[in-house]
């Protein structure tokens, strides 16, 4: 079942359920939806490729994982001189690396904008299945997410990661959620990222959803302990995909996300 959040006739944010070429609108808020998908869908209908795709979050806090899989481990021991043993101790650590990412009015969707920080220098996409989890912490859903990054910024000090990973522009999601499937399923799927600049290729690469390291509702689990999500959340499960060193984005180039369970996510970067 695949849910998505569009700009109705009226200009309004709405949910729908995504039924071949045609959305069905879900009555309800996504916190609503999310706490029972089996809602009604007999609020209309129009064309899916008539309607502005939103990034389907309304009022879930967006949190991440980091160091879910050994690439990602090894690229930020490579990045850093002197946290190399964080991320080293984290990987292998019951308690996992988790971070608050953005506010859900934040969130790039679909075709959005997405931002490399005028003072970074070096700046990467970190394409990530993201949990869509409901008030109860149980996962609902799965989206495609974004965790736009600057390594120099992060690379220079552990205690920058907020502002190697929380600014304008620095988080995208979508296009769709995809419910009722189970983590055996979502581990079957493949994660690829592709980055164009002036039309051509100049990155690609791909991974598997089952290279993450640690179970999806342990992840889940882990943040909402001593914690209340009243509408739910959304939760990043780290990166399998880094580019080489030597590369670092640049305003204009087109980054496609595609998770084979779920769509395609693509954004167009910005300076912000
Ligand atoms: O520890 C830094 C962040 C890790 C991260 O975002 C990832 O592994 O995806
Ligand atoms: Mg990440």
């Known amino acids: 079942m695949k849910l998505c959040r569009y700009l109705g006739a009226d200009n309004q944010p709405r949910v729908g359920l995504i039924d071949g070429d045609v959305v069905r609108t879900i009555p309800g808020s996504l916190t609503e939806i999310l706490d029972d998908p089996t809602r009604s869908t007999d609020a209309g209908s129009q064309s899916a490729s008539a309607v502005k795709m939103l990034a389907p979050v309304e009022r879930q806090e967006v949190w991440a994982a980091?160091?879910?899989?050994?690439?990602?481990?090894k690229a930020r021991m490579e990045e850093s001189n002197f946290s190399a043993t964080a991320y080293d101790r984290v990987y292998e650590a019951d308690r996992p690396e988790l971070f608050f990412k953005s506010m859900p009015e934040k969130v790039a969707g679909p075709g959005s904008e997405i931002g490399i920080r005028k003072d970074g220098k070096w700046n990467v996409p970190e394409p990530e299945l993201a949990l869509v989890l409901n008030s109860k912490g149980r996962i609902v859903g799965y989206t495609i997410g974004n965790d736009m990054s600057s390594r120099d910024i992060e690379g220079e000090n552990l205690l920058y990661l907020p502002q190697a990973k929380i600014y304008k522009h620095s988080c995208a999601l979508g296009p769709v959620i995809v419910a009722g499937v189970t983590e055996?399923?979502?581990?079957?799927?493949?994660?690829?990222?592709e980055i164009r600049r002036n039309g051509e290729p100049?990155?690609?690469?791909?991974?598997?959803?089952?290279?993450?390291?640690?179970?999806?509702?342990?992840?889940?689990?882990?943040?909402?302990?001593?914690?209340?999500?009243?509408?739910g959340a959304i939760l990043l499960t780290g990166t399998g995909i880094v580019p080489p060193d030597a590369f670092t984005l640049a305003a204009g180039d087109e980054v496609k996300i595609e998770i084979s369970g779920i769509g395609v996510l693509e954004n167009r970067v910005a300076v912000v």
């Open 66 to 73: 980091g160091v879910t899989y050994l690439r990602s481990k």
């Open 184 to 193: 055996d399923e979502a581990r079957t799927w493949t994660i690829r990222l």
């Open 202 to 231: 100049v990155f690609e690469g791909t991974t598997s959803v089952n290279n993450i390291r640690r179970k999806f509702q342990d992840l889940a689990d882990y943040l909402f302990r001593s914690q209340e999500f009243p509408n």
